[in-house]
């Protein structure tokens, strides 16, 4: 179900030409105090509304026709700032390299022998909140390198999905405004990955996802539990991706999980997951924030130690591919993605810009008409 690839090898720009695939890139800062962001920058992303479905019959668009930005921001591990906006394809360009354009949002990676330097001009316009996100994010680190001597990949089964991470432990800086006198400036530990495949996320066999990652302080930890739809036991793939850039498979790993409990919206959840090698703890992961929840979709910030006293902080996510899209849950998701290409949801400003503000962002957004008679009935 998962192969990793190359980090100094681009996403085939042929992927984009495929109706139904995606090719997402992944961007996170977190510092000791959960204050964070997390950029996803995509084609095909499979949670747009509309385009799974679409892709479970054969009608999708080719991916390259559904660009997306994602950014979410954390103060104190609360979101205090978020934006899903599917583009128009006219108004975003990408070389098929490093560098992307986003409207008026600019992303650039380029190397420069072992180092790979990365560089985010944010200028996202975010309607519902009538407010502008403006910033940068920028670091630089090594390349990973698979064993430390570049070798084929990892003895994992060959599939059609790509997952490879980009750059070795290190620490960037965000600055970011946005409502006047809000923003957030810091300095904080830096994941990057990226994940590709000429299939959808729903038709690659997959029941659950889980993928998460702890902040070492000289490695990261990275571990994979994907649930097969046969319900089998899912084996644990773990990784160590040391500041040096050398990046090896984790062997003979053993999982530990409590009884699953189901979330409101019915999906899977745990409330912490271990893992040991030969008796010993190699990875004990636990949430200290839920930041994201949904029908198919949940993204804690979490706490984890290993077999040393050492706290380290992380994310984790889940994702239920079969529950991805589903016509039941699409008017919610419409909810929360602002769209170019469509009529958004009247409700879209109490999921898009400032999360303090949702309500009064809601009301301001209403037809002036509407919003009189609001008030009137409010002072009866």
């Known amino acids: 179900m998962l192969f990793v690839d190359d980090a100094r090898s681009p996403v085939p720009p042929a992927t984009l030409a495929v109706q139904g695939g995606f090719a997402w890139w992944y961007a996170e800062l977190l510092d000791q105090d959960e204050n964070g962001v997390v950029l996803i920058w995509s084609y095909g992303l499979p949670f747009l509304p509309g385009y799974t479905s679409a892709a479970r019959k054969a009608k999708a668009k080719p991916a390259g026709e559904r660009p997306s930005l994602n950014v979410a921001i954390y103060r104190n591990g609360k979101p ?26 600019e992303i650039t990676s380029v190397d420069h022998g072992d180092k790979r330097h990365l560089s985010i001009r944010l200028n996202l ?78 038709d690659l066999g997959i029941e659950t996802w889980v993928w998460g990652r702890a902040a070492f302080a000289n490695e990261d930890r990275i571990f994979y539990l994907l649930f097969g739809e046969n319900d089998a036991p899912p084996v644990p793939v773990g990784f160590r991706l040391a500041k040096s850039g050398i990046f090896t498979l984790e062997k003979e790993l053993t999982l530990e999980l409590p009884q699953a409990r189901q979330t409101a919206w019915g999906m899977p959840d745990w409330s912490h997951i271990t893992l040991r090698k030969r008796g010993r703890t190699w990875l004990h992961m636990k949430a200290s924030e839920v930041v994201d929840h949904g029908p198919f979709y949940l993204r804690k910030l979490t706490t984890a130690s290993g ?10 996510e889940i994702i239920a591919p079969r529950r991805i899209d589903l016509n039941r849950h699409r008017p919610l998701v419409q909810m929360r993605v602002e769209n170019d290409n469509r009529r958004n949801s009247m409700w879209l400003p109490l999921f898009q810009g400032e999360h303090d503000r949702k309500w009064s962002q809601l009301l301001q957004s209403l037809p002036g008409t509407l919003r009189r008679s609001l008030f009137r009935r409010g002072g009866r």
């Open 307 to 316: 077999s040393r006293p050492e706290v380290a902080r992380g994310s984790l």
């Open 125 to 202: 316009p975010v309607k519902a909140s009538n407010t502008t996100l403006k910033g940068t994010v920028q670091f630089s680190g090594n390349i990973p390198n698979r064993h430390g001597d570049g070798q084929q990949p990892f003895p994992i089964p060959r599939s059609a999905h790509a997952w490879t991470p980009l750059v070795a432990p290190t620490l960037g800086r965000a600055s970011l405004q946005w409502g006047g006198e809000d923003g957030l400036n810091l300095q904080g530990r830096v994941y990057h990955d990226r994940n590709w495949s000429k299939r959808g996320l729903h």
């Open 80 to 105: 205090c700032f978020y934006s899903l906006r599917e583009f128009a394809a006219r108004d975003v360009r990408w070389d098929g390299e490093g560098h992307w354009v986003y409207g008026d949002t």
